[in-house]
């Protein structure tokens, strides 16, 4: 009786001993799949640590991890925008990140430390060239709502996070009332509205609209990916040198404070700042890196050229989003 008590002790004992599987890190992101989940995957064979990741818009996460509180499974925030991880911020939904990430980057390091940022893309006005030229468009983006031209032919994504941000810069660096002229106007040109950049640079290349209000990347995905005579008729279009239209915005990610798995956060995230990590978004996303040193096509802008036509701007001050959307519900837009 008692050699089989001390049997079972003993079975339990070596089931105690084996190791258990690593604990999935579980990230919140509202980068699109699309974009993004390469990197995860190559993080995933690299380490060998399981990623469950949830997509959804900024907005949507952040909802989300605001209901959930303390209970959340998240454990790192990858954000589209700035504006989005100023709101996590404020909200105390973040951690301070240690030395060994924040001396990572060479720009964007927001003051606070509590996210790092992981990619820049550009504001851009896209075209198709089978209906305008440059000199059909104008030189700010503040004089496009002035351009009767293009009724019925212009898209804008007004719930999209990267437009917002756009807003926001809009309206802290012309005033609040430029900013609500400036929305009441494009709306009076009949703007047709799209979830996202995605298919509202479909739509400018199928014709059903002429200019797009985007990100630069989005059109570079559909030219750069198309087979050689075959690339639809889109193009980009800066405005001049400074004017807002071209503003640089900011990706990054933070650990959240509810996080039980910040070792898997962390390296996650010093991953996102690699040199392979980084060439993957300037080569296959067409996103300029944060850190010295990695390469962009030569399709690309160079950063200094790019950096030259965005105005001068503290990109901290897009946490101030909350003032946006009221404006945007105010005109009507949300």
Known sequence: MKSGFFALVLVLLLAGCESSPPQALVIYSGRSQALVEPLVERFKAQTGLPVEVRF??????????????????????WANTTG???????????VALPDSILEKPASFQPSSGLW??????????AYNTEALTED???????????????????GWTPTYSSFQDFVTALR??????????????????EPKAYPSNTPMIQALA?????????????????????AEGEAPPVALYHF?????????????????????NTEAALRFLSFLLSEQAQAFAATEVYEYPVVSGVAVPSYLLSMPEALALSPQFDFERLRELDATLNLMREVGLL
Do not use: K
Not at 84 to 94: D, E, I, K, Q
Not at 207 to 219: C, S
């Open 240 to 260: 001049a040198p400074g004017d807002v239209g071209n503003l640089a915005l900011v990706t990054g990610a933070g650990v959240l404070a509810t996080s039980d």
């Open 136 to 154: 059909d468009l104008p030189a700010s983006v503040l004089d496009l709502p002035q351009m009767e031209t293009l009724r019925g032919r212009i």
């Open 116 to 125: 790092a940022p992981a990619t820049v893309r550009f504001r851009v006005l």
């Open 172 to 189: 802290l660096l012309e005033g609040e009332e430029a900013a609500r002229a400036w929305l009441e106007g494009l709306q009076a040109l």
């Open 56 to 77: 959804g818009r900024d907005a949507e996460l952040l909802a989300a991890l605001q209901e959930e509180g303390a209970q959340s499974p998240a454990d790192l925030f």
């Open 84 to 94: 989005a991880l100023g709101a996590a911020s404020n909200a105390n939904l973040l």
């Open 206 to 226: 199928a014709g059903e609209i002429d200019v797009a209000l985007t990100n630069h990347y989005y059109v570079l995905r559909l030219t750069q990916g198309a």
